[in-house]
Each structure stands twice: as C-alpha cells, then as structure tokens.
C-alpha cells in the first residue's frame, strides 16, 4: 500500500461553522421593532410566545395566506399538541416557503399533512405507564430511571413521544397534564433511595426549563443526598429553541451551575441533555449560551429525532452533526421515530435510519457521532438500530428483543405504510393477512 504524504482530507465544507447572527425576528411584521437586548428577554420569550392560531395571523400580518392559515387551522382538529413556540424558533421560520420549512413542520402542523395512524400506533407506544411503579418516574433499565417531574415545555413538537400528557388537551387527545408538585416527588427520592442499583436519573417530562429555580435546586439536591445516585440529566429542549433564557434567566441558571458545582464536589455527574433536530435550530444564540455552559464545565449531549423532511437525510444529518461539535454540543442519540399516534407523516423505514447513519459515520470523531436507535415499541428500550433479530424490509415489520431489559420477550417495530410497495400496502389493509405477517416474521426471527 502506498503511504500518502500529505492526504487531502475531504470535509463537506466548513458550514457547520457559520452561525446565523443577523436580527433575523425583524422580519415577522409583529416583531420588527423588537430589539436585540429585548429579543434577548428570556420573559419577553416566554411571554410573547405563538400560544393560537389567531397569534400566528396578528404577527405575520400579510406575510402569511389565506390558504395556509386555513390548513393550520385544519391541523388543529387533527394534532395531538397544542401549538407553543418561542418567537425565536418562530421567526426562524422561513416564511416564504412555510410548507417546506423544517421548523414549521415541527412544531405548527398543516391539516394537509396528516397521514392515517399505523395500525399498531399506540399512545403509550413506549409503555412507559407499565413499567412506572411509583407516579413520574419509568424504571426500565436496572440502574437508570426517568423522572418526569413536570408536563409543559417551553415548546410543543408535534411529534412529543409523551403526547398522551404533554401539554394539556387537544381537540383529538384528552390528556392529564399536571404541574411541579414537591410533594409528589418525595415518594420518587423514598423509591431511589430503598432501590440502591438505581445510580442514574434523567429529569425530562416535560421540559426543565419549565421548572423554578428553587425546583431544580430542589430535585438536585435530594438526588445528590442519595449515596447510590451517580448521573443526574436534565433534559431540556430549551437550548435548542429558547437559548435566551440560559443567557439572561440568572436565577434559572445559577440553580443548574450549583447543582453541578455541588455535585462535582461529590465526584457525581450532573449534565444537561438537550435536542437539536435541525441545523437551522443551531445560531449564534445556540453558540453563546453553549459558550456559557461550557465555562462552567457543564457537558450538554443531544437527542435527535429522525423525521422525515426535516433532517432524514445525509447532507442535513452531517451538518446537525458537525454544527453541534462545533459548539461543544455531543450528539449523543438520533431515534427513529416513536409509533405514536397523529405522526405518520413524519416517520422513516428502519433502512432509511440505518443508511443515514452509515452515511454519517465517518465524518467527524466517533465521539461526537451519533448512535442511531430504536426505542422499541412495547418498553424493551433503546437498540441500535441494525441490531435488529429480523427485518422483513417488504412489509415493513423488523423484530427485535431486548435481553438486558426485557428477557425472552420479542418486540416490533413497524415503517411506516406508505413507503411500502403498492402490494405490501394492500397487505397492511387486510387485518388477517397484517397478523400472519407478523407472525410469520416473528417465526423467521426464530421465535
Ligand atoms: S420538548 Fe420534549 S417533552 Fe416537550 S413537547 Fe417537545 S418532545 Fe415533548
């Protein structure tokens, strides 16, 4: 083999490290006399931010059709989510051409886009409820539970896994939505404490953002005050779409730091883990709020969702990938998509997932690559997604266990039904023949 003397590596291009940094808000007719220091504003965010419909309409004023409000109001009979979204995320809506948009379609729905739910969609597809032995919090794996402390967010995805509770109801999902309540976490810290293999706690729900200062001081603390208790997580999307409130909500941030600082004292990890999904979420505000985590040591990993038209292809994966590296943001997770209902429109086949992390690996250092997973329908928890036990890609049916969380037990995970041929299609149609092609692959799986 002949060795290279001076190799001339190929990089996509330096992209990832350009960082959109013009007053980009002014553009939204409501907004173009909002300053930069009131942009800023993380209460100005909160408080001003899309909350209905008839918000979209006074902002944009002409900007926005006749045509596209009625197919936004018509996806309000259909999502399972009420509509949220901070003037940031908003405004970096590109609304010329909304339909196509990767942000608009996260999180303000079109009636036109809706798809029929999967047979096998189901509102608790993750089983979460199952495997929860004491309210707000999921213990799956045996050393790592999930506490859900919290059901609002600072936005609202149209795609939220949770959407049986997040949010409050839609006109298609009653939900149960509840707020912070100490006093509903004390049996929480009594269950880790008597259960000592427990030694990792993500804080999600919901979205941290939306907990008080004196809330993330308070479940940081009592999660430290448990020998057993390694790893703390506060997952919040909020870097992603409301970077403002890290950079002047002091009193929210100064909760985190002193968690963390606490906890470094103790030899213990307390990180954030945050959720980018599209590089256009990714601009200088992104870059200094990471600037001001990353100077008080706090490590921050990313969970992406893979969905369709917005980030379910190679060159906008690798830029996501690159962009967060780039800002000391480890992308951590990309999932395939949760069986839920009111989603069908957004999810991939499993080979897509699969060839798009093939595509991306390689890129940049396998530290700041992403694992692509499956979180498997039915609660066996996350698998890599090629570690499948069969894939009859014809009919979209993959087959999976998940030894380590649920012994013995087979899982399935389905594509969606209109990337199938037009015969597997029909297939899908006829509810005798869908169960025997379950079965069927489920016996080839060998089980
Ligand atoms: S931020 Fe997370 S929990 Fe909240 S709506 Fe989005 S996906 Fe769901």
Redesign the pocket.
């Known amino acids: 083999m002949t060795k290279k003397q001076d190799v001339e590596f190929h990089l996509p291009s330096l992209e990832h490290r350009q960082f959109r940094d013009d007053e980009f808000w002014k553009e939204i007719p409501g907004w173009e006399n909002i300053d930069r220091e009131t942009f800023a504003d993380a209460k100005w965010q909160l408080k001003s931010s899309i909350r209905k419909v008839e918000q979209v309409e006074k902002v944009l004023g002409d900007k926005v059709s006749k045509e596209l409000m009625d197919d936004i109001r018509a996806g309000q009979h259909i999502t399972p989510?009420n509509i949220?979204i901070t003037p940031y995320v908003f405004s970096l809506i590109d609304w010329d051409n909304p339909i196509d948009d990767p942000l608009r379609k996260q999180f303000l729905p079109l009636g036109s886009q809706f798809l029929p739910d999967h047979p096998y969609d189901m509102g608790d597809s993750l089983a979460e409820d199952v495997d929860s032995p004491v309210p707000e919090i999921v213990h799956r794996y045996p050393d790592k539970v999930l506490f859900l402390p919290i059901?609002?967010?600072?936005?609202?995805?149209s795609?939220?896994?949770?959407?049986r509770l997040?949010?409050g109801s839609t006109e298609a999902i009653p939900k149960d939505t509840y707020g912070a309540s100490k006093a509903k976490w004390e049996p929480v810290f009594e269950y880790l404490k008597k259960h000592k293999a427990i030694e990792d706690v993500v804080i999600?729900?919901?979205?941290a953002f939306m907990l008080t200062p004196e809330h993330i001081l308070h479940i940081g603390r009592s999660l430290l005050a448990i020998p057993n208790i390694r790893r703390i997580r506060y997952?919040?999307?909020g870097i992603a779409?409301f970077p403002q409130k890290i950079l002047t909500d002091d009193a929210w941030y100064e909760a985190i730091r002193t968690v963390h600082q606490e906890g470094k004292a103790m030899g213990k990890q307390v990180v954030i883990h945050t959720?980018f999904s599209s590089p256009i979420e990714i601009t200088r505000w992104s870059q200094l709020a990471m600037e001001r985590l990353f100077s008080d040591g706090i490590i921050v990993r990313n969970q992406a969702?893979l969905q369709a038209g917005v980030n379910d292809d190679v060159e906008t994966m690798v830029l996501l990938t690159r962009k967060l590296g780039w800002i000391n943001v480890q992308p951590y997770y990309v999932y395939m998509f949760d069986m839920v209902p009111g989603c069908e429109h957004f999810r991939t086949t499993l080979r897509e997932g699969i060839e798009i992390e093939k595509a991306v690996r390689g890129t940049t250092s396998g530290f700041n690559t992403p694992t692509f997973v499956c979180d498997l329908p039915g609660g066996g928890g996350k698998r890599h997604v090629a570690s499948y036990e069969y894939y009859d890609e014809e009919n979209g049916i993959s087959v999976w266990t998940a030894p380590n969380v649920k012994p013995g037990e087979v899982f399935t995970y389905f594509d969606p039904i209109h990337k199938l041929s037009v015969e597997a299609q029909k297939r899908w149609g006829d509810e005798k023949l869908r169960k025997l092609m379950v079965e069927e692959a489920i016996k080839k799986a060998g089980f």
């Open positions: 989510m949220r059901t609002i967010c600072p936005v609202y995805c795609y939220c896994t949770r959407s997040i949010g999600s729900g919901g979205d997952a919040t999307k779409i959720h969702v």
